[in-house]
């Protein structure tokens, strides 16, 4: 039974070899040939009959396994050869959660087959910590649009190993510790201020605000990254480069590449995502090595100065750690890259709900009032730890709209696991943790759908003890274990910050009157790296004190 696949193409090929012998009679010929097809057609039926469709089905036909202590993984079979690919095009996050639904046991792992991908989802909190702790999925999936944008020699998609560490340890010490954050807070509150001076100065109303975040979140990054200052109000040549290598990339990144998983169709190009990476490849290189060179120029200043950027810091590593130009403009571009979309996308969620949540605004707004005074302003980093409610406003929001659903980028088993209920996972399989439906799970949440802030806060008014980054499954939005974000410290420092700042100083209003309130707001969602709003935010503003710059 266990090689029915197997002799089914064994029978085929031997019927074909005699086809030479016959090709003297045609009509013994057709047969051979009627006979090759069915054979061919049972393999493929075969194979995707098993549960999880066909990719799964190869895979326990030819390595004839037990099925271990947890059974077969249950999962919807998909299409013969491309198994379940609409799952993954538009919102997956939903689709992949509506197909859990509907298959018992298979929220809490799931199996299916992307072409000749194995590919697992969970939608459960215990076996996501599983997934994501455990370092038999320490690995990402090989992706052509990632290496073709050069993130294998970056963070995120680097094999896991020395090099990988290197650069996790180098970014943790010298980018993303405390320290360094904090050090920045001044410049932040210099970039909130823009924002508020640029929303304030457009000439109409109402106003799209996604442009100014997107603008404001990739200048934060250039400065904390780069040391390079750009200006919110006129945007140079350089950012508008920048800006639209993001965009591209973005675009690239998040689309499902169908040659990833179907490998008879890598040599095509169909969707033209090898032709798309290069070109933008040959642009970063040009913006970064400009950027390197200008920073070789005042290196030496730099360290006798005992200051610098994360460009001086890569500049000065030494023996082992050392990184050749090709994979300092990798690690670069992946930090501009991975910084600055994320956090314009959380900021807009944030105040959209502010704008359909009247009571929730109102209640933020006298809680900055109490804390920086109603005519002060939000000048730095200090007030937030005083601000429980804007907390609570922001991981309310990250619950109900996480900017990786599906935690942006997967993991890969390197090695075959067993995780919780038993379920064995082979090496070489693709796991993807379905955080948006774990924060949507009443299971898990109480009335998940409603947006309620006050989970977030405990008694007396304290923050709760909830922490978002990652040791409690039932909301990680920044994913977990050795490969979690390593930028979560600086992301929520930005949109607290940023937020306060915006909710401070303006109203947020829907842009008609007559809408009941926050019926305006279009909360559909488009899923390309991140899952943003489909519609930009549209508000009205009023200025909420007095000597607004
Ligand atoms: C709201 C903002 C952000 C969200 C929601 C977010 C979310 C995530 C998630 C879900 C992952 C995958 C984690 C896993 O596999 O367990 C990730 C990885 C990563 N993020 Fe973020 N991120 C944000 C901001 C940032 C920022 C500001 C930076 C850097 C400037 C950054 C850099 C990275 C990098 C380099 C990785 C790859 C880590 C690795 O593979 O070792 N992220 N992020």
Request: glycine share 10%; net charge positive; with cysteine.
């Amino acid at each position: 039974m266990g090689s029915a696949g197997e002799s089914g193409w064994v029978v085929s090929l031997s019927l074909a070899a005699k086809a030479g012998e016959l090709s003297a009679d045609p009509s013994r010929l057709l047969a051979l040939a009627v006979v090759v097809a069915v054979c061919w057609l049972t393999t493929l039926l075969l194979h995707w009959a098993f549960p999880g469709g066909p990719a799964w089905g190869r895979y326990w036909w030819s390595r004839r396994r037990s099925w271990g202590i947890g059974g077969v993984i249950p999962g919807p079979r998909g299409l013969p050869v491309v198994g379940s690919m609409g799952l993954m095009s538009g919102l997956a996050h939903r689709k992949l959660a509506a197909a859990a639904d509907a298959i018992p046991g298979a929220r809490r792992l799931m199996a299916l087959s992307l072409g000749d991908t194995r590919v697992v989802v969970t939608c459960d909190p215990v076996v996501a910590r599983d997934i994501l702790n455990c370092s038999e999925f320490a690995d990402r999936p090989a992706k052509e649009s990632a290496y073709g944008l050069m993130f294998h020699r970056a963070i995120g998609f680097a094999p896991y190993g020395a090099y990988w560490r290197t650069l996790r340890r180098t970014a943790a010490t010298h980018l993303f510790s405390p320290k360094q954050i904090s050090a920045f807070g001044l410049h932040r509150a210099e970039i909130a201020a823009q924002m508020v001076r640029a929303l304030n100065g457009l000439p109409s109303q109402p106003v799209q605000v996604r442009k100014i975040v997107k603008r404001a979140s990739l200048n934060h990054v250039m400065w904390f990254v780069f040391g390079k200052k750009y200006g919110l109000e006129q945007e140079t040549e350089e950012s508008k480069e920048l800006r639209s290598l993001v965009e591209e990339g973005y675009e690239l990144l998040g689309k499902l590449n169908w040659s990833d998983h179907l490998p008879f169709l890598a040599g095509l190009d169909l969707q033209r995502v090898r032709s798309g990476c290069n070109g933008i490849v040959r642009r970063v290189e040009r913006f970064v090595t400009r950027i390197i060179a200008e920073h070789r120029v005042g290196h030496r200043r730099a360290a006798e100065a005992a200051t610098g950027d994360f460009v001086d810091v890569l500049l000065s590593l030494q023996g082992s750690d050392r990184l050749s130009d090709a994979d300092m403009v990798a690690v670069l571009w992946e930090m501009i890259f991975r910084g600055t979309d994320t956090v314009a996308v959380l900021i807009e969620w944030v105040l959209a709900r502010l704008v359909m949540h009247g009571e929730v605004q109102a209640r933020l707004q006298a809680e900055l009032d109490a804390v920086v005074g109603r005519n002060g302003a939000v000048t730095g980093p200090e007030a937030i730890p005083a601000l429980p409610y804007l907390q609570a406003v922001i991981k309310e929001t990250l619950r109900m709209h996480p900017p990786g659903p599906l935690l942006s980028w997967a993991r890969l088993a390197t090695s075959d696991a067993i995780v919780s209920g038993g379920h064995s996972v082979p090496a070489g399989t693709t796991a993807m943790v379905n955080m948006w439906a774990i924060a949507r799970d009443p299971a898990v949440w109480p009335d998940p759908l409603r947006f309620d802030p006050d989970r977030f806060i405990g008694p007396g008014g304290h923050a709760a003890e909830f922490p978002v980054m990652g040791s409690d499954l039932r909301l990680a939005p920044f994913g977990s274990g050795r490969r979690s974000c390593p930028g979560k410290g600086l992301a929520m420092a930005t949109v607290e910050l940023w937020v306060a700042a915006l909710a401070h100083e303006f109203e947020w209003r829907a842009p008609s009157d007559d809408a009941a309130e926050g019926g305006d707001v279009d909360l559909s969602e488009v899923l390309r790296l991140s899952c943003e709003m489909a519609a930009p935010l549209t508000v009205r503003l009023r200025r909420r004190r007095r000597g607004l710059a």
